[in-house]
């Protein structure tokens, strides 16, 4: 039997080093899971390329073009219904928008959802999760965890960084899964990235 997909779709107009980073780590997670990950929507040659690289599989069709069927489910934060363990075990194929979210959020996840007439839409409870946070949540509730009992730590993770001369805190509004000493787990590479300044960081091929 084929693994069920995530579809990532790409919604960024300028990808920076962190969107790569959530993607690779979106992966991971997928692969640790018996999932598989594409990112779809990649019409950029350099991001194709830089995604070859990291071993992320890509695809230029949108999500939408590939898996508008019934027994898809598309993640969205505005969408009415929390996503049930049964479902996330029967369905075949998933849709999370790739996005580095705003706060507050813009709903680009509901201008994704619109894209679609066959799928089911569902949430993730009410917090803004990270790309990879979001494929983590969803292979933990195809575990048998229920939404309401994922360990997450609330929105607004803060973590501090030692850059040598000096420390820097870093504030995400993201909810990100919870270690057994309270604190938000945060990508080692993500949080190296965030700590150098790469959030603002308008370079964004500089890879």
């Known amino acids: 039997m084929d693994r069920p997909v995530v579809a990532v779709e790409h919604m960024e107009d300028n990808p920076t080093r962190w969107l790569v980073e959530e993607y690779v780590e979106a992966a991971r997670e997928a692969a640790a899971a018996g999932l598989r990950l594409v990112v779809t929507g990649v019409r950029d040659p350099s991001l194709q390329a830089i995604l070859d690289r990291r071993g992320v599989e890509w695809e230029w069709r949108h999500s939408w073009e590939l898996y508008d069927v019934p027994g898809t489910i598309v993640l969205d934060m505005w969408a009415s219904r929390d996503l049930e363990v049964w479902e996330a075990q029967q369905a075949r194929a998933f849709v999370v928008g790739g996005i580095m979210g705003d706060y507050p959020p813009r709903g680009r996840g509901r201008l994704l959802s619109w894209m679609f007439d066959w799928a089911s839409t569902r949430r993730l409870g009410g917090a803004q999760l990270s790309i ?27 973590f501090e960084a030692d850059l040598g001369f000096y420390r820097v805190e870093v504030t995400l509004p993201f909810a990100y899964p919870c270690g057994e000493d309270g604190s938000p787990r945060i990508p080692p590479r993500i949080r190296n990235l965030l700590a150098r300044g790469v959030v603002w960081d308008e370079e964004v091929w500089s890879f």
């Open 132 to 158: 990879h946070t979001s494929v983590w949540a969803l292979a933990m509730i195809r575990r048998g965890v229920p939404v309401n009992r994922l360990p997450l730590c609330p929105e607004g993770a803060s």
